[in-house]
C-alpha cells in the first residue's frame, strides 16, 4: 500500500475513532437529567435531635431517642441527596453541639439549641427539618406527627405536607399536623420548618417498629415524599 493512503486511512480511523469516543461524552452534556432532578439546588439542613449526654425520650427496654432520630436523619438525607439536594445535618454522630469544655447539663443544653439555630443561619436552607421521638409515661399513644410555628404559612405548608404523606404512606396516626409556640428551633429558624415526632417510644408495638431498619427506612421515605410535595406545589 503506497505510503500516502495509508496515511489517510489511518486518518480517516483517527476521525471515525474521535467522532465515537466524543459522542457519548456530547451526549453526556447535553443531557437535562441532571438538571430535572426535583430537588437540585435545594438546600435542606436536617437537625437529629438531641445527641451526647442528651439522650432525649427513652422507651421501656432503654432505647434512646437519639440514636432513632439519627438513623432516620441519614436515611432521609440519602433520600434527598439522590433528589439532587445538598443536605447538612447538624450532628453526624452521636454528641451534643455545646462547646467541648462546656459543664453541667442544663448549661450545655442552652449552648446546644443556640448552636443548632446557629447552624441553620450558616448553612441558610431552603427549609430546615427537627427529627424528634415521643415519650409519655401512658402507653396508649402512638404515630407520628409533625409540629410548626404558627408565625409562618409555608412552615405550615411543609409540616402538612408530610403529615399527609406519612398518614398515607405508613397510615399510623389520623393527627393533623399542629402549630406549637414552645419550640425554640422552630421559633428562631427564620425559613420554613417542621418538627418532625416520628413515634412513641413508650408504646410497646410502636417501639418495636421503630427499631426496625424498614419502619425507619419507610418514615425517611414518607417524609421525603412530603418534602417532594412541599417544592413542587411552591413552583406552581
Ligand atoms: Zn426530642
Do not use: C
Not at 489511518?10 to 452534556?29: F, K, T
Not at 443556640?114 to 399513644?141: C, G, M, Y
Amino acid at each position: 500500500m503506497p505510503k500516502k493512503i495509508g496515511l489517510i486511512l489511518w486518518l480517516l480511523g483517527a476521525a471515525v475513532l474521535i467522532s465515537l469516543l466524543s459522542y457519548p461524552i456530547e451526549r453526556h452534556i447535553n443531557s437535562t437529567d441532571f438538571l430535572t432532578l426535583p430537588l437540585a439546588d435545594r438546600v435542606i439542613v436536617l437537625d437529629p435531635g438531641h445527641g451526647g449526654p442528651d439522650g432525649g425520650a427513652v422507651g421501656a427496654d432503654q432505647t434512646v431517642e437519639k440514636d432513632i432520630a439519627l438513623t432516620v436523619s441519614q436515611k432521609l438525607r440519602d433520600y434527598l441527596v439522590q433528589a439532587g439536594a445538598t443536605v447538612y445535618l447538624t450532628r453526624e454522630k452521636d454528641r451534643d453541639l455545646a462547646n467541648p469544655d462546656t459543664r453541667g447539663i442544663a448549661q450545655r443544653k442552652v449552648e446546644d439549641i443556640k448552636n443548632r439555630v446557629a447552624f441553620v443561619e450558616e448553612k441558610d436552607p431552603d427549609i430546615f427539618l427537627t427529627i424528634h421521638l415521643n415519650a409519655l409515661s401512658s402507653t396508649q399513644w402512638r404515630g407520628a406527627q409533625t409540629f410548626y410555628h404558627p408565625s409562618r404559612p409555608d412552615s405550615k405548608r411543609l409540616a402538612e405536607q408530610i403529615q399527609t404523606e406519612i398518614i398515607a404512606s405508613l397510615g399510623n396516626t389520623t393527627r393533623d399536623a399542629l402549630a406549637i409556640n414552645s419550640v425554640y428551633v422552630l421559633k428562631h429558624a427564620n425559613r420554613p420548618a417542621s418538627l418532625v415526632e416520628i413515634g412513641f417510644l413508650s408504646n410497646p408495638d410502636e417501639l418495636t417498629l421503630l427499631k426496625s431498619s424498614d419502619y425507619q427506612e419507610q418514615m425517611a421515605a414518607s417524609i421525603y415524599l412530603g418534602v417532594l410535595s412541599y417544592f413542587s406545589e411552591g413552583d406552581q
